[in-house]
């Protein structure tokens, strides 16, 4: 088993019944090839959450502050996590998460770039779109409904893949990509509030 395996399953005994986490959709999630999971931000646990309830390993950016901290950094590069640099263009940071895409892999982002201070569902970036236009990856929807209290009910909802046919045969902008992903966040957020 490898040392994502493991924590995943770890952290998924105590995370599961702590939160009552209820995962919806999760047959939504292709079985191969390339896949983009775009997720609301709420918590710094969201990337835990949505990773533990994904039947296949989930690979994430993390900001590159969290790889200089001693033993933490290679916890979190050994549960999949890549590091980018905040506040600037990372090149390094999206040919890894393109390659990740490319090769097959499950690659989790947050469009909003940091958490939402309300809950409320807050406006994506375009790198996002970037993903899901430069490559062929399905790109599913994903929405984490909490809040994240003892014993209350956390439900981490997969949406069905996005069809991206028309955005990348109309050449749309990265923009427009990732404001039909964050419409679909959206719906699913209203669906299972």
């Excluded at 209820?22 to 959450?49: R, T, Y």
């Excluded at 909802?157 to 427009?176: F, H, L, N």
Aim: glycine share 10%; proline share 6%; net charge positive.
């Amino acid at each position: 088993m490898t040392f994502y395996g493991f924590a995943r399953s770890v952290v998924y005994t105590i995370f599961k019944p702590w939160y009552r986490i209820q995962a919806i959709g999760v047959e939504n999630i292709p079985k191969e090839g390339g896949v983009l999971l775009c997720a609301n931000h709420i918590s710094v646990l969201d990337p835990i959450v949505v990773g533990i309830m994904c039947p296949r390993p989930v690979h994430y950016m993390a900001k590159d502050e969290l790889f200089q901290v001693p033993v933490l950094g290679g916890i979190v590069r050994k549960c999949n996590a890549f590091p980018v640099k905040r506040g600037f263009n990372d090149r390094e940071a999206l040919r890894t998460g393109l390659k990740l895409l490319k090769d097959g892999h499950v690659f989790g982002l947050f469009p909003e770039g940091t958490r939402s201070k309300t809950g409320e569902l807050g406006k994506g970036l375009s790198g996002a779109g970037f993903f899901a236009l430069r490559t062929e990856a399905q790109v599913v929807p994903c929405a984490v409904i909490g809040p994240y209290k003892s014993l209350n009910k956390l439900k981490m909802v997969y949406g069905k893949p996005i069809d991206m046919t028309e955005m990348r045969q109309t050449k749309a902008s990265a923009e427009q990509v990732t404001e039909l992903i964050m419409s679909e966040i959206d719906k699913l957020i209203k669906e299972h509030k």
